[in-house]
């Protein structure tokens, strides 16, 4: 007599039980697992009363003949049982092989959890699911543009998303607030490490073959890795990857033309634009990348024909006036404040427009152009000082906005600082009746970005408004703000933050001295 062991799951208990089956050497069966249905002498057993252990879907019964098996349906069973066990043996693992076009798929997630079974191009662990996680669970207004551009491009290629997941990682730890961290401390965390290397070691595996090398998931971690570097502070690896990719677009004729083949996806293209202002945002330089004529469609527009407030008009009237070579300027002057009308009776309407990506995208045509027109040849003339004025005091007015559309990698120190330094020039260019209220206007925009991002500036900008108060006439805080309205404003947005200053503003105004 044979005997053979098995060990099954219970079906009533929760821990594993020995069962054991006797195997005679004549007309006996035996237990073997099953992929199908109960075998016809299973459901026999069943019927005549066999404990209930026996049933499990898993196993069924074979009959053994004796030392060798003769029964036909017998030894199709076992041959299938052996052969699945053979064929997950031989199966490879798949290895994951970059192509030219990446399949840029939704993400589909069910209430706060991402879809369990999402496929992903790299082995997940308990902590990366985790992380793809926080975006819906923890912080959704916050990781909204790594939900909405980065994680479905990411998980179509493992250095993407290898480069979404340092970004990720850095995301959680910081909470996005530059003043709340310390470069260095970053840089020492061995997960954010770990995900940024894994993506450069998978980058330079491919510079050999320049297909791959210009694929849509090879740009797209780079521009991951941009945006990163740009949060983090490491302008150094941030001018190197720029110049990277530039090198990789060059070799990629027409990626912004949508008849070529060889174009980027719009998700890809939209997430190009956005590094690229951002990026240069930072530094307060001219945009990389040109903005193409088939990039311009992507963007919605607004309306132009709308009429200015009697404040404005006559501030663009008379500063075409004393200066007329600022046309481009004034026009994006205009342009800005035109934008603002309509987005306030869009809010009006909508107040969940904030929240809305799509909305946003009408301010990267604005972004740019303001930045092309960062280098002035001659500094200290009158022209160049009044439009990097009034460009820089656009660029601060637009970067809390930025931020209130859920672009929180925005940073302004560099436009604080020139706006500070170039007050004295300013003065010089512009006499302070001709354009009293835009001048304060212009104070007014560097000192709110100034306390809203703790800058170092903030008591000096203070100092320079309460110069400017002195001896204005006005007496009363609300008066102050009525005339910043009229030149363009948004409530949700410089009125919330003007309204923690406006006791200070007021007691400027009645003599006492700055708080």
């Known amino acids: 007599m044979h005997s053979g062991f098995y ?42 009363g066999q404990p209930s252990s026996l049933q499990n879907p898993k196993f069924q019964f074979v009959l053994l003949d004796g030392p060798k098996i003769v029964n036909p349906e017998s030894k199709r069973l076992i041959k299938k049982h052996v052969m699945v066990d ?77 480069a979404v997941l ?63 570097t740009n949060i983090s502070a490491d302008y150094m690896m941030w001018h190197g990857h720029m110049k990277g990719l530039g090198q990789i677009l060059s070799a990629r004729d027409g990626w912004a033309d949508p008849t070529q083949s060889r174009c980027l996806p719009l998700l890809l293209r939209l997430t190009l634009g956005w590094c690229d202002v951002l990026g240069c945002f930072t530094h307060d330089i001219h945009p990389k990348f040109p903005f193409h004529e088939y990039l311009v469609p992507l963007y919605p527009t607004f309306p132009t024909s709308v009429t200015l407030s009697p404040q404005l008009t006559s501030t663009i009237t008379t500063l075409s006036t004393i200066q007329p070579d600022l046309e481009l300027v004034i026009d994006l002057f205009a342009d800005v404040a035109k934008f603002t009308l309509f987005l306030k009776k869009t809010v009006a309407k909508d107040p969940s427009i904030w929240q809305n990506h799509t909305f946003a995208l009408h ?23 009044v439009k990097d004025m009034l460009r820089v005091a656009l660029l601060l007015y637009l970067a809390p906005m930025q931020r209130k559309f859920g672009i929180r990698i925005v940073r302004a120190e560099i436009q604080l600082s020139k706006l500070l330094g170039g007050f004295q020039n300013w003065r010089r260019a512009v006499r302070d009746w001709e354009l009293h209220d835009l001048n304060m206007w212009i104070i007014t925009m560097g000192l709110l970005e100034a306390y809203e991002e703790g800058h170092s500036t903030k008591d000096t900008y203070m100092e320079i408004l309460s110069g400017h108060l002195t001896g204005s006439g006005m007496t009363s805080v609300e008066e102050v703000e009525e005339r910043l309205r009229g030149i363009i404003w948004v409530e949700e947005i410089q009125g919330q933050q003007f309204r923690t200053l406006r006791e200070t503003v007021q007691g400027i105004l009645n003599g006492r001295e700055s708080l």
């Open 86 to 162: 053979i064929g997950r043996s031989r199966r490879k693992k798949r290895r994951w092989e970059p192509g030219f076009k990446v399949f840029i798929p939704s993400v589909p997630h069910f209430g706060t959890t991402v879809d369990p079974f999402m496929k992903y191009p790299i082995e997940m662990s308990q902590r990366t699911h985790s992380l793809v996680g926080y975006i819906y669970k923890e912080c959704v207004e916050e990781t909204r543009s790594i939900y909405d551009y980065f994680l479905p491009i990411g998980i179509s290629d493992p250095a993407a998303f290898h």
């Open 7 to 48: 060990r099954m799951m219970s079906s009533t208990k929760s821990n594993f039980e020995d069962v054991t089956f006797a195997a005679f050497s004549s007309q006996s069966s035996a237990l073997v697992p099953a992929n199908t249905q109960h075998s016809p002498q299973a459901s026999r057993s069943a019927e005549e």
């Open 363 to 385: 301010l990267q045509p604005l972004l740019y152009r303001l930045l092309s027109l960062s280098h002035v040849s001659l500094p200290n003339s009158k022209p160049s000082v």
């Open 166 to 228: 340092a970004l990720l990682t850095f995301h959680v730890r910081t909470k996005i607030r530059p003043r709340d961290y310390q470069v260095s401390m970053d840089y020492e965390s061995t997960e954010i490490t770990h995900h940024y290397t894994e993506a450069i070691k998978l980058l330079k595996s491919r510079v050999t073959n320049l297909e791959v090398a210009t694929s849509d998931g090879t740009i797209g971690a780079i521009l991951f890795m941009l945006t990163y």
